[in-house]
């Protein structure tokens, strides 16, 4: 593999190989040296679009967050009250269970990270605006985004881990917890 400055590479390149290494071998495996590797280029080479291994997980968890606001807020567009609710807890799970080692490398506080504050205050005001249907604004709307979230983070994450090791199907089982949490809104 040419170990030269490969010409065109980005950052975004850079994050996108990033991933692409998260995916297939968990965040664990995710160095300069094997992002190095999957671009062509030599490891030095990537100071100019990255300044550190810590600058990049930074850059790497600003994108997955990029990446489920996008999908979410497609999901609920043009959706409302439980339709809006059902549907975004579903694209949850589902991202969840489709990139479990990406969403891992999400910080769970994005803000209150600066270099993620934004991109975490865009996927909040996805929740928020599903909630205001419901007239939640405020604190309340704050507070009813952390039961949704702890709910659909917990299923998700204990189903990519392989913690559901019972055979009752686990559709069914979500179904369940999303009309949970449809019950507890307010009317």
Do not use: N, W
Not at 5 to 18: I, N
Not at 23 to 40: I, P
Request: aromatic fraction near 6%; proline fraction near 3%.
């Amino acid at each position: 593999m040419k170990r030269s400055h490969r010409a065109g590479l980005s950052t975004a390149a850079v994050v996108e190989a990033a991933l692409a290494i998260i995916d297939e071998q968990g965040a664990a495996a995710l160095t300069l040296a094997a992002v190095a590797q999957r671009t062509g280029v030599a490891a030095p080479s990537l100071y100019k679009h990255v300044g550190s291994l810590a600058g990049l997980r930074t850059l790497v968890a600003a994108r997955v967050l990029e990446e489920m606001t996008e999908r979410f807020s497609r999901a609920v567009m043009g959706r409302s009250g439980d339709d809006a609710v059902e549907v975004l807890m579903r694209e949850y799970r589902a991202y969840v269970t489709e990139h479990p080692a990406r969403y891992a490398a999400a910080p769970a506080d994005a803000l209150h990270e600066p270099r993620t504050a934004e991109a975490g205050q865009r996927l909040l005001e996805v929740f928020l605006a599903v909630l205001r249907g419901y007239g939640l604004t405020d604190s309340a709307a704050i507070h009813t985004t952390r039961c949704v979230r702890a709910v659909v983070h917990g299923f998700a994450s204990i189903e990519a881990s392989g913690g559901f090791g019972l055979p009752e199907d686990l559709d069914t089982t979500y179904s369940q917890l999303v009309r949970m949490v449809l019950a507890s809104l307010p009317r």
